[in-house]
């Protein structure tokens, strides 16, 4: 049964491979042909050991591997607020903003969200004291967020008690989240948090720079950027053996367009103490992505650095921040080695669409809106704008480390 699992599916060679992986990772009691074991040793002379990836062709029935897609900062300024509330009822309905991004999320298995926004209740308020409804955060989840970090500027925007309901809403409504916490018993319990998919277990931790000279009330904590703290915080995440350790880092100089000499240190520190992805927030305009290839512990790795994501769901109009893109990535884990790759970097731009009379906002992905003139009737300054978010966005991206290109879900 061994050999029809392990032949199913793959090429002679990858078979070979895959035995030979398997009894070095796995010995097992049964006697193998003398013929059989030197034609085997001969066709893998030679082959790395890692086999999480061979040829770019990852083998079927060796690998498993999850989907993750990460966006940038999703905040409430009362434009936002108010376009999403009913006259007549007084609810809230989000939706309609997020309605052309299922094709981007249905496929994907853990998908991070920066939340930008305190849940303090009412009255809700905007800049520079964010407090969102409620309803906010049920909508991210049920569009397929299935994890907010929450660790940003903005997060004691509404003191002890927005830092406290806002947690408090999150386990309501069941979202896996990290970066602020009501005491330090429930940051030991909780923290480092760990995410387990299709048998792949991630470590997501998630800092901030400051929260705006506002300082949490004790007993609450926040997550700040402490090169000292985070390397103890890896190294409690190292512990609990996850496949590969990602950090949410809430960074930057707002409104630049390339990563700062800080973020650049920071970056540097992180992937020498055994973090494999960064992703990045707080700048409100798109940064690039690169692959680093750093050494951890002796060994030569790569780590992927995403600097800014962007805006997720803003109402900042100026160039530059009026969108911002996904990025996507897997994690494949090879059964055998226990060796994990990250392949088919790509990202996904869109752009945050604001329509007058009625004010509503819509996040229209580039791929899908591009060549669309149906859909929205879109003014002369609003058609200019757009095209110039994506003219801007391509170019800015196309200078990668790593040949990362633009990802179509729908092709």
Same mark, same amino acid.
């Given at each position: 049964?061994? =050999?029809?699992?392990?032949?199913k599916s793959m090429k002679i060679k990858q078979f070979f491979l895959n035995l030979k992986a398997y009894l070095k990772a796995k010995p097992i009691f049964f006697v193998v042909p003398l013929p059989l074991l030197y034609f085997t040793l001969f066709l893998t002379r030679g082959v790395s050991d890692d086999l999480a990836v061979t040829d770019n062709n990852p083998v079927n029935d060796s690998i498993k591997i999850i989907h993750v897609?990460?966006?940038?900062?999703?905040?409430?300024?009362?434009?936002?607020?108010?376009?999403?509330?009913?006259?007549?009822?007084?609810?809230?309905?989000?939706?309609?903003?997020?309605?052309?991004?299922?094709?981007?999320?249905?496929?994907?298995?853990?998908?991070?969200?920066? @939340?930008?926004?305190?849940?303090? %209740?009412?009255?809700?308020?905007?800049?520079?004291?964010?407090?969102?409804?409620?309803?906010?955060?049920?909508?991210?989840?049920?569009?397929? =967020?299935?994890? @907010?970090?929450?660790?940003?500027?903005?997060?004691?925007?509404?003191?002890?008690?927005?830092?406290?309901?806002?947690?408090?809403?999150?386990?309501?409504?069941?979202?896996?989240?990290?970066?602020?916490?009501?005491?330090?018993?429930?940051?030991?319990?909780?923290?480092?948090?760990?995410?387990?998919?299709?048998?792949?277990?991630?470590?997501?931790?998630?800092?901030?720079?400051?929260?705006?000279?506002?300082?949490?009330?004790?007993?609450?904590?926040?997550?700040?950027?402490?090169?000292?703290?985070?390397?103890?915080?890896?190294?409690?995440?190292?512990? %609990?053996?996850?496949?590969?350790?990602?950090?949410?880092?809430?960074?930057?100089?707002?409104?630049?367009?390339?990563?700062?000499?800080?973020?650049?240190?920071?970056?540097?520190?992180?992937?020498?103490? %055994?973090?494999?992805?960064?992703?990045?927030?707080?700048?409100?305009?798109?940064?690039?992505?690169?692959?680093?290839?750093?050494?951890?512990?002796?060994?030569?790795? #790569?780590?992927?650095?995403i600097w800014s994501l962007g805006n997720f769901f803003a109402n900042q109009r100026k160039q530059y921040r009026d969108g911002g893109m996904f990025v996507k990535f897997d994690i494949a884990k090879n059964i055998y080695t226990g060796e994990c790759t990250l392949l088919n970097i790509g990202y996904i731009p869109f752009w945050v669409y604001k329509t007058l009379n009625p004010v509503k906002f819509y996040v229209l992905p580039i791929?899908?809106?591009?060549?669309?003139?149906?859909? @929205?009737?879109?003014?002369?300054?609003? #058609?200019?704008?757009?095209?110039?978010?994506?003219?801007?966005?391509?170019?800015?991206?196309?200078?990668?480390?790593?040949?990362?290109?633009?990802?179509?879900?729908?092709?």
């Open positions: 049964m061994l =050999f029809v699992n392990l032949f897609i990460a966006t940038g900062d999703a905040m409430s300024h009362m434009p936002l607020v108010q376009s999403s509330q009913d006259s007549v009822s007084g609810r809230f309905n989000f939706y309609p903003s997020f309605e052309y991004l299922a094709p981007i999320l249905n496929n994907e298995d853990l998908k991070i969200v920066n @939340f930008e926004t305190t849940l303090a %209740g009412p009255p809700y308020s905007g800049y520079p004291q964010f407090c969102a409804p409620d309803t906010l955060a049920y909508t991210l989840k049920n569009i397929g =967020f299935n994890f @907010f970090v929450n660790a940003n500027n903005h997060s004691v925007d509404k003191s002890s008690k927005g830092i406290n309901r806002t947690i408090d809403v999150f386990n309501k409504y069941g979202i896996q989240h990290t970066g602020t916490f009501r005491n330090e018993a429930e940051r030991k319990k909780d923290y480092p948090a760990f995410v387990t998919l299709n048998g792949i277990k991630v470590s997501i931790l998630n800092y901030t720079y400051g929260t705006n000279s506002l300082i949490a009330p004790k007993p609450t904590i926040i997550n700040y950027i402490d090169t000292n703290s985070i390397k103890a915080d890896l190294a409690a995440a190292r512990n %609990g053996n996850p496949d590969m350790i990602l950090v949410c880092l809430h960074w930057g100089n707002e409104y630049q367009r390339e990563p700062c000499i800080e973020q650049k240190m920071i970056a540097d520190v992180l992937f020498r103490n %055994g973090t494999d992805v960064i992703v990045g927030s707080h700048p409100h305009v798109i940064q690039p992505i690169e692959v680093k290839n750093f050494k951890y512990k002796g060994r030569n790795k #790569k780590g992927l650095v791929y899908r809106f591009e060549n669309d003139s149906l859909t @929205f009737k879109m003014n002369v300054q609003d #058609k200019q704008d757009f095209h110039t978010f994506i003219t801007d966005t391509r170019k800015h991206l196309s200078r990668d480390t790593a040949n990362i290109k633009e990802f179509f879900p729908e092709k």
